[in-house]
């Protein structure tokens, strides 16, 4: 059996419902974790509904005695291993200018995008080196060179931070053969961003549950440590 953990996926319209619909379908068995497990609850119900397997969780991913918990409870659950953890937890929110910028909304997106990452990928690794698995993490394209990122200068060192924590995983995990590489897509087509810019360009959702099925498959095990920039057609 191969296992999957996929991390955001409460809401529905969300990016993290595609992936999940798109991972189900090729064989994995996902485990599913959002901030309630009601939630999360109704995504793994969709799952089961439609001849796939998955169990919900419910975890608060910025808090280190709880991601224990999770990891603790998955390990016993996969007896030990993954193939894969698509970690899509984060939120993103306009902060403003740096200089009117609160402590709290700085810290709040460094502990959303940032911290939740860091403990759930140290969690994950022990299983995912077990696995031989692979590692996906979803930065932005406003961590890349040249980017806007006037008035939203949290999320944006939030989410280079990211790539920094996915470049020295691929290099530490190397020689388990646990592969770490990073989406960084542009504004992506779901619920809650079609309602906020209507006139906007999207990367569509199943490209990129393309694109993770892609990077957690066989057809990638020559490809860790790198960003792959997703755009609109």
């Known amino acids: 059996m191969r296992y999957a953990l996929l ?10 419902e595609a992936v999940a619909a798109r991972l189900a379908a090729d064989g994995y068995s996902l485990l599913l974790v959002d901030r309630t497990k009601e939630s999360v609850e109704a995504r793994a119900a969709d ?5 796939g397997q998955a169990n ?29 953890l698509v970690h ?63 008035r939203t200068a949290a ?29 960084a897509p542009a504004a992506i087509r779901t619920a809650s961003n079609t309602a906020d810019m209507p006139n906007a360009r999207f990367v569509e959702r199943e490209d990129v549950a393309a694109a993770v099925a892609w990077l957690c498959s066989e057809e990638a095990r020559a490809v860790t440590g790198q960003t792959m920039r997703l755009s609109p057609r």
């Open 155 to 183: 999320y944006a060192v939030s989410k280079s931070g990211l790539l920094t924590l996915a470049v020295a995983l691929s290099q530490e995990e190397v020689v388990s053969g646990v592969r770490v590489n990073v989406l």
């Open 47 to 51: 799952i089961r509904s439609a001849g």
């Open 88 to 150: 899509m937890a984060g939120g993103f929110a306009v902060t403003g200018p740096v200089a009117d910028t609160s402590v709290a909304d700085w810290e709040k997106q460094l502990t959303i995008n940032l911290r939740t990452a860091f403990l759930t990928a140290r969690g994950a690794i022990p299983l995912l080196r077990e696995g031989k698995g692979s590692a996906v993490f979803f930065s932005s394209e406003s961590a890349l060179n040249g980017a806007k990122v006037a």
């Open 56 to 84: 919900a969780y419910g975890v608060d991913l910025s808090s280190e005695s709880s991601v224990a918990g999770l990891f603790a409870e998955i390990g016993r659950e996969t007896a030990g291993k993954l193939s894969a």
């Open 7 to 16: 991390t955001g996926v409460g809401r529905p319209g969300q990016v993290g």
